[in-house]
Structure formats: structure tokens, C-alpha cells
């Protein structure tokens, strides 16, 4: 009935079983020199839901090379996908970036978070040339061994106030709906992206105590497993700060504050702001043959 030689790919000649065609496709040219860092980790970029600044993480997804990529969970928001289907394509090109990254030699570790807990089931094993795991252990450049955690295992340690009473809540839920239609507004005017919700959360008292217990939550489960500090993502509160003898590092989110944590190649770590970033090239825009490097 059918001649299954025409219905099989042909062997590739390396012998290796054939992949998607556009992992190989190039990069536009003349594109910006990309920065390399040694290590890359960003969190919470909630795809599937409308508060979502997908291009403006395929941006910087597109201007960084890296050896390592910490996707610090909650990627993917399954919580939001179960009530109705959310895939804009621009979502579709984060994940594709993030395969084209692995495919090109960066390894990708990928801790489930909470909002895609479902992938929990499956750590240990590697799509696409993406590890899914539970928690990592990284280690510097400069020989410092941090804890890598999405966070929410300590929602219900920190006493003061529950993150879901705040987080969780439909105030917050309309806050970062809120923050879609006042970006959309300040596109219209071509203004650069700035988030109304990151604005607030760090002016309300609640949430500015709920953060700091947190952090102390969190360092404490690194003093305790003997790591030297530790990198989680969940409160979407980019953050570099020392806590007693370890260092808490939060990469932030893509929902709210566009944040990534970056290690240097001599292991100095700092937080990258890429609506900041791009605010400022907005002030001073490149011409354009200095685009070409
Ligand atoms: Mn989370």
C-alpha cells in the first residue's frame, strides 16, 4: 500500500537521527555582537499567560552566549494553560531560542518551578538537550558552590505574611494585568517597557516584609545544606544581598521586572536588567554600521 522509504526521513549521512530544520537556521545578519557570560539564569517568564514579555526575553536570549542556561522554573504557566489555551508565536520563538541554545553547545538545566510543577514528574530526563531537574548545585568560576531552587517550597516557612495572600491574590492578578494595558499604552507613545506592578511591590509594606522573611527563608536552607549561597527565582524580586554567611541571589522574572542573574567568566555574578537595558539604548539609539561588528 505505501512505500514506507518515501514516508521515513533518509538517514543523515552522519548517521545521526535527522532534527527540526530551523535548530540550524542562521541568525539575522549584521546582528549586535553578543555578550558571553559564563552562566545565565532567569525564572518565572510565565509563558502561556498575557503579562508575558516574551520578545523582550527572545532579545536577550538572542544578544548572549553562554555556557551554562538555568531555566529556574515556573517557564511555562500550567496553572494558567489548564483554564484556556494562551500560545501567542512570540512564545513559541522563546522556547525555539532555548533549543537553538542547547543544540549550539550551551547546557540547559532546567528546575521545575511551581506553575509547571506537572514537569516535576519527569526530572532526570534530558528534551531536546534540556536536563529537567528538581535542584541543582552550581559552581562558580571563583569555586563557590551555590544551591540552585525555583523557591516555593518556602511559602508556607515564612510566617509574616503567606506570598499567596498577596501573589495569589485577584489584586495582584489585576495588578499584572494592569501593568499588560499600561505597557500597551506606553507602546503607542513608543515608550520603553516599565513595570507598574514591580513599581508598587516595592512600596507596600506587606510585600516589602513578606520579601526580606523570604530571603532569610532561603538562606537558611543554604547555611543548612552547607552551599556557600543560593539562586532561586518565584518572588519575582531580582535581588544580589548577603545573608549572614551565604549569599542569596534572586534572577527576578520576565513578567514583571525582565531580570537575569549573569556569572562573569571570573565568577563575579551581577543582575542584568533588559528593560533598563534597552530603556537606555532607546535614549541612544545605535546607528545603524555600528550594528555590524
Ligand atoms: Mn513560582
Given at each position: 500500500m505505501f512505500d514506507t522509504a518515501t514516508l521515513l526521513d533518509p538517514p543523515a549521512a552522519t548517521g545521526r537521527p535527522s532534527i527540526p530544520d530551523w535548530l540550524d537556521l542562521p541568525d539575522p545578519r549584521g546582528f549586535r555582537p553578543k555578550r558571553k557570560v559564563r552562566t545565565v539564569w532567569i525564572s518565572d517568564i510565565h509563558l502561556g499567560t498575557r503579562g508575558c514579555n516574551a520578545a523582550l526575553l527572545v532579545d536577550f536570549l538572542r544578544a548572549i552566549e553562554c555556557e551554562t542556561l538555568y531555566l529556574v522554573g515556573d517557564i511555562v504557566d500550567g496553572w494558567r494553560l489548564r483554564k484556556g489555551w494562551y500560545w501567542p508565536d512570540a512564545h513559541n520563538e522563546v522556547i525555539r531560542r532555548i533549543l537553538k541554545m542547547a543544540h549550539r553547545g550551551t547546557r540547559v538545566v532546567f528546575v521545575a518551578g511551581n506553575h509547571d510543577e506537572v514537569l516535576r514528574d519527569y526530572a532526570g530526563l534530558t528534551f531536546g538537550g534540556v536536563e529537567l531537574v528538581l535542584e541543582a548545585i552550581h559552581e562558580t568560576a571563583d569555586g563557590r558552590r551555590l544551591l540552585v531552587q525555583h523557591?516555593?517550597?518556602y511559602d508556607g516557612v515564612v510566617l509574616y505574611a503567606r506570598w499567596l495572600a498577596f501573589l495569589g491574590d485577584k489584586a495582584y492578578g489585576l495588578l499584572l494585568r494592569l501593568n499588560v494595558v499600561v505597557n500597551r499604552v506606553r507602546r503607542m507613545f513608543r515608550l520603553p517597557y516599565w513595570s507598574l506592578s514591580s513599581y508598587l511591590k516595592k512600596r507596600v509594606k506587606n510585600a516589602v516584609q513578606y520579601v526580606s522573611n523570604f530571603e532569610e527563608a532561603v538562606a537558611q536552607e543554604a547555611l543548612s545544606r552547607g552551599a556557600d549561597g543560593i539562586v532561586c527565582g518565584h518572588i519575582h524580586c531580582a535581588e544580589i544581598r548577603r545573608i549572614g554567611a551565604v549569599t542569596y541571589y534572586n534572577d527576578g522574572d520576565?513578567?514583571?521586572?525582565?531580570t537575569a542573574l549573569v556569572e562573569e567568566a571570573d565568577g563575579r555574578m551581577h543582575i542584568l536588567d533588559w528593560a533598563e537595558e534597552n530603556r537606555r539604548a532607546a535614549a541612544n539609539p545605535v546607528r545603524e554600521g555600528e550594528l555590524v561588528a
Amino acid at each position: 500500500m505505501f512505500d514506507t522509504a518515501t514516508l521515513l526521513d533518509p538517514p543523515a549521512a552522519t548517521g545521526r537521527p535527522s532534527i527540526p530544520d530551523w535548530l540550524d537556521l542562521p541568525d539575522p545578519r549584521g546582528f549586535r555582537p553578543k555578550r558571553k557570560v559564563r552562566t545565565v539564569w532567569i525564572s518565572d517568564i510565565h509563558l502561556g499567560t498575557r503579562g508575558c514579555n516574551a520578545a523582550l526575553l527572545v532579545d536577550f536570549l538572542r544578544a548572549i552566549e553562554c555556557e551554562t542556561l538555568y531555566l529556574v522554573g515556573d517557564i511555562v504557566d500550567g496553572w494558567r494553560l489548564r483554564k484556556g489555551w494562551y500560545w501567542p508565536d512570540a512564545h513559541n520563538e522563546v522556547i525555539r531560542r532555548i533549543l537553538k541554545m542547547a543544540h549550539r553547545g550551551t547546557r540547559v538545566v532546567f528546575v521545575a518551578g511551581n506553575h509547571d510543577e506537572v514537569l516535576r514528574d519527569y526530572a532526570g530526563l534530558t528534551f531536546g538537550g534540556v536536563e529537567l531537574v528538581l535542584e541543582a548545585i552550581h559552581e562558580t568560576a571563583d569555586g563557590r558552590r551555590l544551591l540552585v531552587q525555583h523557591g516555593d517550597a518556602y511559602d508556607g516557612v515564612v510566617l509574616y505574611a503567606r506570598w499567596l495572600a498577596f501573589l495569589g491574590d485577584k489584586a495582584y492578578g489585576l495588578l499584572l494585568r494592569l501593568n499588560v494595558v499600561v505597557n500597551r499604552v506606553r507602546r503607542m507613545f513608543r515608550l520603553p517597557y516599565w513595570s507598574l506592578s514591580s513599581y508598587l511591590k516595592k512600596r507596600v509594606k506587606n510585600a516589602v516584609q513578606y520579601v526580606s522573611n523570604f530571603e532569610e527563608a532561603v538562606a537558611q536552607e543554604a547555611l543548612s545544606r552547607g552551599a556557600d549561597g543560593i539562586v532561586c527565582g518565584h518572588i519575582h524580586c531580582a535581588e544580589i544581598r548577603r545573608i549572614g554567611a551565604v549569599t542569596y541571589y534572586n534572577d527576578g522574572d520576565w513578567v514583571e521586572s525582565c531580570t537575569a542573574l549573569v556569572e562573569e567568566a571570573d565568577g563575579r555574578m551581577h543582575i542584568l536588567d533588559w528593560a533598563e537595558e534597552n530603556r537606555r539604548a532607546a535614549a541612544n539609539p545605535v546607528r545603524e554600521g555600528e550594528l555590524v561588528a
